[in-house]
């Protein structure tokens, strides 16, 4: 039996499962742990589930018994992979569970975005509807427009499935090429970011948060997109250079943007970007479907009692933890 903590009291029949084999203590606030209560509650435990909070180096000192770092969700950019695995600690994550519900959101904010769905409830309530006139509100068409999606991995593939209902062509870049879905999908590879992004009518963004991916998106491929572009972002805020992104819409270098994340979570409430009626933001709800989150959940906890039994971590990010063989 070892000490375990979970960052959030989340699907307690669920982690009732947890405290059977382990001495399990949770965080009770609806929010994460503070830092301080956080590394106070490491100390002496073998297995960790974060939910978004920053796990570094100064946690790990504080838990130098940790074996196992359990993640609730599917990126892992606020945990520092590359001191775990300098440690032996396999990290997992829970991909899958919640791929297509995110799809689902990044479809919400793209059709919410093109037909302005968020302003044409506040008009409504405001009294502001008047009979048939349809200037007020003009929105752009879904149907037969192009999407390109960077980053075709699980979530991009979903994404463009949906989109493929609309009749929308659909075109993808990334850093490699997946001709099997090119006529799976009926998906078109571009090879070239800028390329796509200046023939794209809405653009999601859909790669994880790497050194790489950093920035992607700043004031220079803001300046190829068409000037009727809008810009989906349910994937890391820091993808996009988020200043560049306010000035891209104040200045109408793009139509909207609709957006899940930001580079700071919350969102402080005097960020300019909120003055934008051509940003329809949400607070990071992208698997926000309790079905989802429970079974997220539930995939976390198996593999925290997985790794502490010793087993191999079934999800595991930094699998050369394991050794030279990573299928072992
Ligand atoms: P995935 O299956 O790993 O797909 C990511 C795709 O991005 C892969 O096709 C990958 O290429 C590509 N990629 C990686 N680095 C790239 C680069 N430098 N340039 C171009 N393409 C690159 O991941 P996923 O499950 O679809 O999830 C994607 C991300 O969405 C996650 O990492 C997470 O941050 C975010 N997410 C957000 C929410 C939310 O609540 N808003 C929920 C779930 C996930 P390869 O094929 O070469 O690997």
Same mark, same amino acid.
């Given at each position: 039996m070892s000490k375990v903590y979970v960052c959030r009291n989340w699907f307690p029949d669920v982690l009732d499962g947890l405290a059977q084999v382990h001495e399990m203590r949770v965080w009770w606030g609806d929010d994460g742990p503070p830092q301080d209560v956080l590394l106070a509650e490491v100390r002496g435990i073998g297995g960790l589930i974060p939910v978004g909070n920053p796990i570094g180096a100064e946690v790990m000192n504080a838990a130098p018994e940790l074996r196992v770092i359990s +993640? &609730?969700?599917?990126?892992?950019?606020?945990? =520092?992979?590359? *001191?775990?695995? !300098?440690?032996?600690? @396999?990290? %997992?994550?829970?991909?899958?569970? /919640?791929?297509?519900?995110?799809?689902? /959101?990044?479809?919400?904010?793209?059709?919410?975005?093109?037909? !302005?769905?968020?302003?044409? =409830?506040? &008009?409504? !309530?405001? %009294?502001?509807?008047?009979?048939?006139?349809?200037? =007020? /509100? @003009?929105? $752009?068409?879904? +149907?037969?427009?192009?999407?390109?999606?960077?980053?075709?991995?699980?979530?991009? #593939?979903?994404?463009?499935?949906?989109?493929?209902? &609309?009749? #929308?062509?659909?075109?993808?870049?990334?850093?490699?090429?997946?001709? +099997? #879905?090119?006529?799976? /999908?009926? $998906? *078109?590879?571009?090879?070239d970011l800028h390329s796509l992004l200046s023939q794209s009518d809405f653009i999601s963004l859909n790669t994880p948060l790497t050194d790489q991916t950093r920035h992607m998106i700043g004031a220079d491929e803001f300046a190829v997109m068409k000037p009727t572009a809008i810009l989906i972002n349910a994937a890391r805020g820091s993808i996009v250079d988020q200043k560049a992104l306010y000035e891209a819409l104040k200045s109408h270098r793009i139509l909207r943007a609709a957006i899940d994340v930001t580079e700071t979570e919350p969102i402080p409430p005097d960020d300019p970007l909120l003055t934008l009626d051509s940003l329809t933001i949400v607070p990071h709800i992208g698997s926000a479907v309790p079905a989802t989150r429970k079974k997220m959940m539930a995939m976390a906890v198996d593999q925290l009692i997985a790794g502490l039994r010793g087993d191999r971590i079934p999800h595991c990010i930094n699998p050369s933890v394991y050794g030279k063989n990573p299928a072992a």
């Open positions: +993640n &609730f969700g599917d990126g892992c950019d606020h945990i =520092d992979v590359a *001191e775990a695995t !300098r440690r032996g600690i @396999p990290v %997992g994550h829970t991909p899958d569970v /919640l791929t297509e519900t995110t799809a689902d /959101l990044v479809f919400t904010l793209l059709l919410a975005a093109a037909r !302005r769905i968020v302003e044409g =409830d506040a &008009f409504a !309530r405001q %009294g502001k509807w008047r009979t048939h006139a349809h200037l =007020d /509100l @003009p929105g $752009v068409d879904v +149907n037969h427009a192009t999407l390109g999606i960077v980053g075709l991995g699980k979530i991009g #593939m979903q994404v463009a499935k949906r989109a493929k209902g &609309f009749d #929308m062509r659909v075109l993808y870049y990334g850093r490699t090429r997946k001709v +099997n #879905m090119e006529s799976l /999908l009926g $998906v *078109e590879y571009v090879a």
